[in-house]
């Protein structure tokens, strides 16, 4: 398991230094990138230099497979989450609700939504009007049978 | 060994479609909280059963098994809760939701009146924080308790990992 765990930290420092050189990547491709880089090179690992069982090997890989998961998890909620942005708005000291959304405004989080939709190429934005693009339809459409699946209200 | 492995597929199959067959249509499981339960019970359950398994047992592949069983449980229970969460609603699939439902292009201006969506999200979220002990009332203001500023600063540490100023 100390390879997994290893393998891991490189990953996230690898990460680190990516989104910083390249500021615009988005974030979870970029993770993907190094992730998987890493990965690569702990299957080489487990393959070609450690002593370890067929069993030990695939035990190594999922653990870290799940650990890359948990981290991606982990940021995405960090950068998007409305929780988050609460608990981070009062770790600078107590707020009423009313200061709590002036701090992080719902208005500005649509704004942002928008923004990384259109960065998604979901949907296009021009000149003051959204339209869908085929990507964000089908997008739309796989949530609606997701939600459907989930039995969540319409 | 192969035993551990194979009862551990049995019953990942046997949980997800527990879940389809059955579970998805009580209205139980349409709460967050529930469906949340649903996994972590089964993942604790399947790690002290395999703590009892490795207890007993003498054989060295046991252990590798373990992790792998454990390893893979989490991948599932971790994808489920996401595509859970994320078709349940929120500012992205509900702009996407909105714009789809028309024809041709749709006013920006229409959209942001999506912000009720983040205005209710936000005072669901602040009783889920309340009720999970990571803030309290003062009066009229919400505080982190002891373990919300520890919350905090596990956020704060990944922010700073991944270069991400706190954005909504």
Known sequence: ?154 | MNSVLAIAAIYGVGHLLVYVSVLRRLPAFRRERVIFLYHAISFVGVAAALAVVLSLSVDRDVRPAAALVLAVHAMYSLTFLELWSLSEGGYSLAILRRAASRPGAVEVSSLLGLETVGLRKRSVRLQHLADLGLIERLGATWRLTSRGRAAAAAVKTVSWLVGAPRCG
């Open chain 1, 1 to 154: 398991m100390a390879s997994a765990l290893l393998a891991l930290a490189s990953a996230v420092i690898l990460h680190a230094c990516l989104v910083r050189v390249a500021g615009s990547l988005n974030k979870v491709v970029a993770f993907l990138a190094t992730g998987g880089l890493v990965g690569l090179a702990l299957v080489v690992y487990e393959i070609a230099w450690s002593a370890h069982t067929t069993l030990e090997s695939l035990a190594a890989l999922a653990v870290y497979a799940a650990a890359c998961e948990l981290y991606i998890f982990a940021f995405t909620l960090v950068v998007s989450s409305v929780s988050v942005a609460v608990l981070t708005a009062l770790a600078g000291g107590p707020l009423s609700e009313d200061a709590l959304e002036h701090h992080d405004s719902s208005r500005a989080m649509v704004e942002t939504r928008l923004e990384r939709l259109a960065m998604a190429g979901c949907v296009d934005l021009r000149d003051g009007v959204c339209l869908v693009t085929p990507r964000g339809r089908a997008l739309a459409g796989a949530f609606e049978r997701l939600r459907r699946t989930f039995g969540h209200a319409p």
